[in-house]
């Protein structure tokens, strides 16, 4: 699912591109993940072939895609970017896979919104570095089989549970990736502002990182407006301060702790219209307007992780938690 914040502009998505590490060593956090993808990467290697298949999953903006080209950058091979919705037909998938250079790393970005003929396809592909080619209809189909260069697949999904099993079983590495902590943030955001060339000290750092979600793109968005604010409102070559952090966010309706419009609208729901749940996902969606499928994977991961919201067989629960941070006195014990 793609974050609904998350302008696709075409500036901001330079920008974004332009902060990506480019190394295993640049990338900040995910201290798990990062040492077993470099064992994989050293291994193939030293062997001389392709990595193993790598499957990525986690919420947007937490680092998949420059995984995947660190991949291709560490491993000195090329890389291809597609995703799952530009892959509908099994016929896509014939086109892109039998146009790889040998050794390529193919980046397959939300994997679980390909089409159903494609998977299949792909199962053939990954183990073998082969496909079946379907020509004619009916009772004068043939298969063509098609021999394809060796090359290395990395999928990403927001939740690696919407992926077939026979398509997860067949990634030599799958990883989750977190959400990242303050501190993680903090070093993320020193580094985009020195990329980005403006002075943002550890106070005003501290609090961007905060209001961050716990993830690396917003906190590169939200450094961005802090910057926009400083150049309008501070003095030429001045630092960012704690004062301008809240302001520029403010504008931007990210509370105290990072919540935005639509976390908020989603935990409005739940308490005040659905008296604290249990809420079913769909009817929650209808009620603040957005995709089931957003709200599953990109709002409620992380209510969930700060624990404002319970997940129950019958639905969505709010916490006492998300009472006390929307102000409204949760129902008393004998109510419920
Ligand atoms: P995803 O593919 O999971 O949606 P991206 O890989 O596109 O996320 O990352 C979004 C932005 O956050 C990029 O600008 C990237 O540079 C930055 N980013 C993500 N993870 C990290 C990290 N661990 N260290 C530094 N920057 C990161």
Redesign the pocket.
């Known amino acids: 699912a793609r ?1 609904p914040r998350e302008a696709q502009d075409e500036t901001e998505l330079a ?3 332009a ?3 480019v190394s295993l060593a ?5 201290q798990k993940v990062r040492g077993q993808l470099q064992l994989l990467l050293d291994a193939a290697r030293i062997q001389q072939r392709p990595a193993d298949h790598i499957l ?1 999953s ?12 660190i991949v291709a950058h560490e491993s000195g091979r090329p890389l291809r970017l597609s995703s799952g919705p530009a892959i509908q037909h099994a016929g896509d998938l014939a086109a892109l896979l039998s146009s790889l250079v040998p050794g390529e790393v193919l980046f397959i ?1 939300e994997i679980h919104r390909m089409a159903r003929s494609a998977e299949e396809m792909l199962y053939l592909a990954m183990e073998d570095f082969r496909i079946d080619i379907m020509v004619g209809k009916g009772a004068g189909a043939t298969s063509i089989p098609l021999d394809l260069a060796p090359f290395t697949l990395v999928g ?1 999904t927001t939740r690696s549970g919407l992926l077939p099993n026979p398509l997860r079983d067949r990634f030599g590495f799958t990883a989750h ?1 977190e959400y ?1 902590e303050p501190d ?1 943030l903090e ?2 955001i020193a ?2 502002a020195t990329v980005l060339g403006v002075d943002v000290p550890p106070v005003a750092r501290d609090e961007i990182a905060r209001r961050s979600r716990g ?3 917003i ?2 968005r939200l450094l961005r407006r802090v910057r926009d604010y400083v150049i309008v409102h501070g003095a030429s070559d001045a630092a960012a301060t704690e004062g301008d952090v809240s302001a520029a966010l403010e504008l931007y309706d990210v509370d105290a702790i990072g919540l935005d419009r639509l976390d908020r609208a989603v935990l409005d729901a739940v308490v005040r219209r659905f008296r604290g749940g249990p809420v079913g996902l769909s009817t929650l969606a209808v009620t603040v307007g957005e995709e089931a499928e957003t709200i599953e994977s990109v709002v409620e991961p992380y209510l969930v992780r700060i624990g404002f919201l319970g997940r129950t067989p019958r639905g969505r629960v709010a916490t006492p938690e998300a009472y006390a941070h929307l102000r409204v006195r949760p129902p008393s014990e004998a109510l419920r």
Do not use: C, H, I, W
Not at 26 to 30: L, M, P, S, Y
């Open positions: 974050d920008v974004e591109g902060l990506r590490p640049e990338f900040v956090g995910q990525l986690g919420p947007p903006g937490l680092g998949k895609t420059t995984l995947a080209m970005d990403a990736l990242y993680e070093r993320v580094r985009s993830t690396p793109r906190a590169n």
